[in-house]
C-alpha cells in the first residue's frame, strides 16, 4: 500500500513563490508516475504537472513556465516549485502516484494512489 503525504502548502501573495513536496511510502521500487493535482473551489480536479517513469514530465497549459515538477528517487519524494503564483492557482493540491505503467498523463482517473492535499491560497 502507497502511502503518499504531502506538505509546503500555505498562503502567499500573487507573485509570490511555493514548494509542495510529496513523500511516498510503503512501495520499495522508485521509479513509477507520480503528480500534482488540484482543486479550486467549485471546480473538478485538474492535473498539473506529472513526472514519468524515466523522467518526463508534463505540464498543464495554465502553470507553463511557471512550475517546476521534480522528483528525488532516492528520497522518494515528489516536487513541485511554483513561481509567479495566481489567485487563480488557488487550490487544494494533491500529489499522486500511478502504479504499473509507467507513462505519465494528467488524467486524475489513471493514478491509483492519493495524498489527503495540500492548501494553497494566493491573494491579490
Known amino acids: 500500500q502507497v502511502q503518499l503525504v504531502e506538505s509546503g502548502g500555505g498562503s502567499v501573495q500573487a507573485g509570490g513563490s511555493l514548494r509542495l513536496s510529496c513523500a511516498a511510502s510503503g512501495y520499495t521500487g522508485s521509479h513509477y508516475p507520480m503528480g500534482w493535482f488540484r482543486r479550486a473551489p467549485g471546480k473538478e480536479r485538474e492535473g498539473v504537472a506529472v513526472?514519468?517513469?524515466?523522467?518526463?514530465?508534463k505540464y498543464a497549459t495554465s502553470v507553463k513556465g511557471r512550475f517546476t515538477i521534480s522528483k528525488d528517487n532516492d528520497k522518494n519524494t515528489l516536487h513541485l516549485e511554483m513561481n509567479s503564483l495566481k489567485p487563480e492557482d488557488t487550490a487544494m493540491y494533491y500529489c499522486?502516484?500511478?502504479?504499473?505503467?509507467?507513462?505519465?498523463?494528467?488524467?486524475?482517473?489513471?493514478?491509483?494512489?492519493w495524498g489527503p492535499g495540500t492548501q494553497v491560497t494566493v491573494s491579490s
Open positions: 513526472f514519468g517513469c524515466l523522467g518526463s514530465t
Open positions: 499522486a502516484a500511478r502504479m504499473g505503467i509507467c507513462s505519465a498523463t494528467l488524467e486524475e482517473s489513471d493514478y491509483n494512489y
